[in-house]
């Protein structure tokens, strides 16, 4: 029983690094730009198919791909924001839920259109290799998952807080007129903050692709979970996509262990709605709160 | 309240050219129709209503409720168990489905409502997709055998094509006489004053709370009859299609395309986008959903004020 707890808890864990990898995005555009963004579950989607075809095409191991979904949806999300998303950042924000939704739309059923609903997944010679610590099991392949995804939550705080950019961006989100007075370019700071975002995201998806099944419709799912990391971490504060990442992994980790793995989406759903009715703003309290 | 807002006239020309319009909708069926035109105007007559109730909510207190489809969801699968397991008739399974949806919207609307902006949003959607992953589990959780998991529920073979005709449209009549009510009552100033300013309007003495809920349980009230109306005309339900997102979706975008807060707003949205899609979707069987994407995308971006407020000011263009 011991060890089936620990067992668990390991995996809940390296689960939620990986939570934590693809919803920070998520969380750092809700912060400047107040978008809900409903396409995000997408961007994922697109990184976890570009690892696939380079995969499966050239046969290039899936973390060598990491540079390329990065690149690739970086600038997806940059000309995303610069030409459909600023056209109504200025407008109620149901205009942009619905923008956004327009965007899973059609990028969804374009992947569906291009790939077929096939589901995929990518096997890599090392996929079963695991080691074991005091009885756990760890796998390899989860374990540098894990490690990529801290590393990377960890050095878009740092770009955030330590570079120019990153100022521009928090002066941005503070203040946007002032930040303009002061002359920041707010339509390519906003740009550049969803191709990061997008970028990070679709690096995320490259690591997912090692993890699950990937098919076209996977992106609301993905969306989803991001919501209730970020919600649970607090919106728009960066660390708190570890926390919230952590805090669901390692539930549905338990629900899946103990009770059933269908329960697992019903879990998060009624996690998500609880966090917000009772603490809007995280865990930790550090969330933007309207 | 005091007499401060000058109450707008009644324009009794627009109410002649509507009540025309409704005599002429309730006696079509009997002169002219062919089967699939009254299906397709009994559909419009359905997303008049769905929009409406969204409209009631959303378009006068200015929420955004982004899980709508929840109580349509669960007026469908209220009205499926009621028919099948337990016998009882369509006409009083549709009151149940009704105080059903309300039941459930009182402690939901209680609690989501305390929030603002994009955390109501999200909290509502949150509802919404976990009713439908709660409906997915629920046998397997309990270990009975009433909601079908996602297999869904099969109801009996209904009545006519004319029957549901009449019932969609009584169900439209319904959402916009709460509408017109809304428009021109004591409650409906509090709602648009939400919209406008509410800590103000809290300042004034209304309770903005009470209202809020008031109004939300209403339009889950009127959208779980739709639901049950729904579940007997389709007669097979599954989680998957009547708590699917794009139901909310289009309630969203009839009404931002008709205007939100007005009264025939989801009208002519409903009327307008049902029609569109009924085209495209005999065409272009493969690329309809994108094409679905990219009309949402289009008329968010040209057309933020909607069909109506486009042609007002286009006509201010032309004028000018």
């Given at each position: 029983m011991g060890t089936l707890i620990g067992q668990a808890l390991v995996n809940g864990i390296l689960l939620g690094g990986i939570y934590a990898a693809f919803s920070a995005g998520f969380s750092l555009i809700f912060g400047v730009m107040g978008v809900v963004n409903l396409a995000h579950g997408e961007l994922v989607m697109v990184g976890a198919f570009i690892t696939y075809w380079i995969f499966y095409l050239f046969g290039f191991d899936p973390f060598l791909t990491i540079p390329v979904s990065f690149a690739v949806l970086f600038a997806l999300g940059y000309l995303l924001q610069r030409f459909i998303i600023n056209r109504v950042i200025e407008e109620p924000p149901i205009m942009s839920y619905l923008v956004t939704f327009g965007i899973h739309l059609v990028i969804a059923n374009v992947a569906l259109l291009w790939w077929t609903a096939d589901f995929r997944t990518v096997t890599s010679s090392y996929s079963g290799i695991n080691f074991s610590v005091a009885g756990l099991v760890v796998p390899c392949g989860r374990l540098a998952t894990f490690g990529i995804a801290l590393v990377m939550v960890g050095l878009l705080y740092c770009l955030v807080h330590k570079t120019d950019m990153g100022r521009a961006i928090q002066a941005t989100a503070q203040d946007k007129q002032m930040a303009r007075l002061v002359g920041i370019d707010v339509a390519r700071v906003y740009a550049m903050t969803f191709g990061l975002g997008a970028g990070i995201t679709g690096l995320s998806g490259s690591l997912v692709s090692t993890y699950f099944v990937i098919f076209p419709f996977m992106g609301m799912e993905y969306t989803l979970i991001a919501f209730c990391v970020v919600v649970l971490g607090g919106m728009g504060y960066i660390p708190g996509a570890l926390i919230g990442g952590m805090i669901l992994g390692v539930l549905q980790s338990f629900t899946a262990t103990f009770l059933s793995a269908g329960l697992s989406m019903a879990l998060t759903f009624v996690v998500l709605f609880a966090a917000l009715v009772v603490r809007p703003a995280g865990i930790v309290g550090r969330g933007i709160v309207e | 309240m005091s007499k401060g807002i000058a109450m707008g006239r009644i324009d009794w020309r627009l109410h002649a050219l509507s009540g025309a319009a409704l005599l002429f909708l309730a006696l079509l069926p009997r002169f002219w129709g062919s089967g699939y035109a009254l299906r397709l105007l009994t559909l419009v007559f359905m997303w008049i209503a769905l929009s409406g109730c969204w409209n009631l909510m959303s378009g006068?207190?200015?929420?955004?409720?982004?899980?709508p489809v929840a109580y349509f969801g669960i007026g469908c699968y209220t009205t499926a168990i009621l028919m099948t397991r337990c016998g009882i008739p369509f006409c009083a399974s549709i009151p149940m489905s009704a105080l059903a949806a309300a039941s459930i919207a009182l402690p939901i609307g209680a609690a989501t409502l305390r929030l603002r902006g994009a955390y109501f949003a999200i909290a509502t959607f949150a509802f919404a997709e976990a009713m439908k992953q709660i409906l997915l589990e629920m046998d397997r959780l309990l270990g009975i055998d009433s909601f079908g998991g996602s297999h869904g529920i099969t109801l009996p073979l209904g009545p006519t094509n004319l029957f549901f005709y009449y019932s969609m449209f009584a169900a439209a009549l319904a959402t916009m006489g709460v509408t017109l009510w809304v428009e021109y009552s004591k409650f409906g100033y509090a709602l648009r004053a939400i919209r406008q300013a509410e800590d103000t309007a809290e300042i004034t003495g209304i309770n903005t709370r009470a209202i809020k809920i008031r109004a939300y349980g209403t339009s889950a009230f009127l959208l779980g009859g739709i639901g049950g109306i729904y579940a007997y005309w389709i007669t097979y339900i599954t989680p998957q299609d009547v708590f699917s997102v794009h139901i909310t979706v289009h309630m969203v975008i009839m009404t931002l395309l008709g205007g939100m807060g007005t009264l025939f707003g989801p009208v002519v949205g409903a009327f307008f986008l049902t029609i569109v899609e009924e085209t495209l979707w005999a065409r272009f069987i493969y690329a309809y959903m994108v094409l679905i994407g990219a009309i949402i995308l289009a008329i968010v971006m040209f057309m933020p004020q909607g069909i109506m407020g486009t042609l007002k000011s286009l006509s201010r263009h032309a004028r000018s």
């Open positions: - | 006068y207190t200015g929420y955004i409720d982004f899980g």
